[in-house]
């Protein structure tokens, strides 16, 4: 099972800047595509956006991501050199950089968070289904995710 919680750096370099730029695709990836992220309107500028694309339902929408510094109320990832198919975006504003979201007593988060598709529940976990999307061979596709406080 291929799991892309794990991402490898050369397809994803976190940036001092509001958008993570990735590095050129390789020659050969002429049937890959690719995925820019926008997540705006964070609450505050502290901590790090966390991203992180899945390719399956088992490890979403938890698992390790891609970090980067957030500037002002937004902030982009870029992932490159994608095989077609599908996928589910899961974010975190990670305010105070524990690596994790940070829940209240009774389970709800107190970190902004989404997905792709901005389906969220604040007594659930996002739902696979309801957040895949597909990408096409070559397609560069824009995603804008919306954030739950």
């Given at each position: ?52 694309l899945f ?12 970090r ?16 077609p198919g ?10 105070n ?23 969220t ?29």
């Amino acid at each position: 099972m291929n799991h892309l919680a794990r991402i490898p750096a050369a397809l994803c370099v976190a940036a001092l800047t509001p958008a993570w730029m990735a590095a050129p695709a390789q020659a050969g990836d002429e049937g890959t595509a690719t995925l820019r992220v926008e997540v705006a309107s964070f609450r505050n500028a502290k901590g790090t956006l966390n991203c992180r694309l899945f390719n399956d339902a088992a490890s979403f929408p938890d698992g390790e991501g891609v970090r980067t510094r957030i500037d002002g109320t937004q902030a982009a990832g870029v992932f490159e050199g994608l095989a077609p198919g599908a996928y589910a975006v899961a974010v975190v504003h990670d305010e105070n950089g524990n690596g994790r979201l940070d829940r209240n007593v009774v389970g709800i988060p107190s970190e902004g968070y989404g997905v792709s598709n901005n389906r969220t529940y604040a007594m659930a976990s996002p739902k696979w289904d309801e957040s895949r999307f597909t990408l096409a061979a070559r397609e560069a596709l824009v995603l804008r995710i919306s954030q739950r406080f």
